[in-house]
């Protein structure tokens, strides 16, 4: 077995045993010289599982005590959710007018990307290379696959850098993932609620959708299962980490689960992770992915969320459908901007990525805390913000607004927000809000917020909603 197998292998019987009940909330773990013995394996390897296993929020190291399993913890805070059955549903035709940025798009303020660094790799890359403009792999740079399959890594993901194929951002990933593994008219299983970008890639390419309910511990695995069982679904397309709009993270053992009833039923999970290195506390959590061994699960992402959306660069490990994939990419595009490709492997390899996520993570920690703070504050009383533990966006409810209304309403102001309706085919987000706290908070981004929240205060209606069910 090699090394990595044998610390998997053994944070596999652990989290099982976690799970059996064997151990509980707070309890301590053996210490490392006692696993090192009991399993005999070596001290490296022990501490490698027990490094694994807190990677995935399992257990917590305290320096002068040792190792504690995690008590029981709920990834998104406290979340409603509307509770339904999944059914078909038709996606409108023309997707919604974009909004303008600002509170309404999903992206970090140009004052956070570490553009100075940035622009250093691009300048080295333009003066070192002499074939820089001339076709470089349409599967992708070798060096930026490399420097992604080495960060990665360092996260406890394990990736090949053959098994990468660099694409023009993550949607840009998606969407070939889609096309080749599902058909105009078959339908695609997708969280409720989702990512309205998903939603429009899915009805601008004659895809139907099944929306999935949620509960409060992500997407309603035993609904999705019947659907593959039944053979409803062509491919699920969904986020495991840090969903948008909701926050989510599914635990491990859903994503195990998630990556077992691919294989089981033979129907594709596209898994759509631009979030994951967005960890407030700054350990990404692993993706389904992790848990594929059999190639079912094509994993999509990019650097826009957390660096830099402009550069569109994404990638996507696509398991088995690898060959069709690579083929479709190069007749298409014979591959992405090599120059900037380079420039981006340049900025990773040297170790820019992981140092700048760090601090990264901080500042949206900080940042999210006072919007919320700010938020809760002014709206509505009955106005409940969860603190997502990752991610660029908050969603939340507003128990007797009408959100599109307000939506429109601050248009006329030049203050752009996103109301629930975008991330459904149903009506049931329609006094949820959501809103981008990638800006920093100037006086100006706080007079937004306060006057979001007036104007808010102005549409209250009369009757609260009743839950669906
Ligand atoms: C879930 C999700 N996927 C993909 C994207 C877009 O990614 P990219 O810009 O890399 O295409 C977004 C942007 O908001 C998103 O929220």
Redesign the pocket.
């Known amino acids: 077995m090699t090394k990595q197998a044998k610390y998997k292998a053994l944070a596999g019987q652990f989290i099982r045993a976690i799970e059996a009940g064997e151990y509980q909330g707070g309890q301590p773990l053996p210490s490392l010289r006692q696993l090192s013995a009991l399993n005999q394996v070596s001290m490296t390897t022990a501490l490698a599982c027990y490094r694994y296993l807190e990677s995935l929020g399992i257990i917590t190291a305290d320096p002068k005590r040792g190792f504690f399993v995690n008590l029981e913890h709920n990834p998104a805070g406290d979340i409603k959710h509307a509770q339904f059955t999944a059914q078909v549903r038709p996606l409108p035709t023309t997707p919604p007018p974009r909004l303008r940025s600002g509170l309404a798009?999903?992206?970090l303020d140009p004052a956070l990307i570490d553009a100075q660094t940035l622009r250093a790799s691009l300048t080295r890359t333009m003066k070192g290379n002499h074939t820089l403009f001339n076709y470089g792999d349409p599967l992708g740079e070798i060096s930026l696959r490399q420097a992604l399959v080495n960060h990665m890594k360092t996260q406890g993901f394990v990736l090949n850098e053959q098994d990468l194929i660099i694409t023009?951002?993550?949607?840009?990933?998606?969407k070939t993932a889609l096309e080749l593994t599902t058909k105009e008219g078959e339908v695609i299983a997708v969280p409720s609620p989702c990512?309205?970008?998903?939603l429009d890639t899915l009805s601008v390419m004659g895809r139907q959708v099944m929306e999935l309910p949620c509960n409060q511990d992500g997407i309603d695995l035993v609904q999705l299962e019947n659907a593959m069982a039944g053979q409803q679904i062509a491919a699920c397309l969904l986020?495991a980490n840090f969903?948008?709009p909701t926050g989510h993270c599914l635990s491990v053992q859903q994503k195990q689960a998630l990556a077992r009833m691919a294989r089981q039923y033979q129907i594709p999970v596209i898994e759509?992770d631009?979030?994951r290195e967005l960890s407030h506390d700054g350990s990404p959590p692993l993706p389904v992915k992790h848990f594929d061994n059999d190639g079912w699960v094509l994993w999509?992402?990019?650097?826009?969320?957390t660096l830099a959306?402009g550069l569109?660069?994404?990638w996507c490990a696509p398991g088995r459908f690898y060959n069709r994939y690579s083929d479709l990419v190069r007749v298409r595009s014979l591959g992405c901007n090599r120059p900037l490709q380079l420039a981006l492997a340049d900025y990773i390899g040297r170790g820019h990525y992981t140092r700048y996520l760090k601090k990264l993570n901080r500042l949206l920690a900080l940042q999210c805390n006072q919007y919320i703070q700010i938020l809760t504050s002014r709206l509505p009383k009955n106005t409940q913000i969860n603190r997502p533990k990752g991610g660029l966006?908050l969603w939340f409810e507003m128990p007797n607004v009408d959100t599109k209304q307000l939506q429109a309403r601050l248009v006329d102001e030049h203050i752009y927000i996103l109301c629930g309706d975008a991330f459904s085919t149903t009506d049931l987000y329609h006094r949820y809000v959501r809103l981008n706290f990638g800006q920093c908070l100037s006086a100006e981004v706080e007079s937004q917020l306060t006057r979001f929240a007036q104007v808010a205060e102005q549409h209250l209606c009369q009757k609260p909603d009743k839950n669906i069910s």
Request: hydrophobic fraction near 30%.
């Open positions: 798009t999903a992206q023009q951002g993550c949607l840009d990933a998606v990512y309205t970008g998903l986020s969903q948008n759509d631009v979030y999509c992402s990019s650097i826009s969320k959306p569109r660069l994404g966006v």
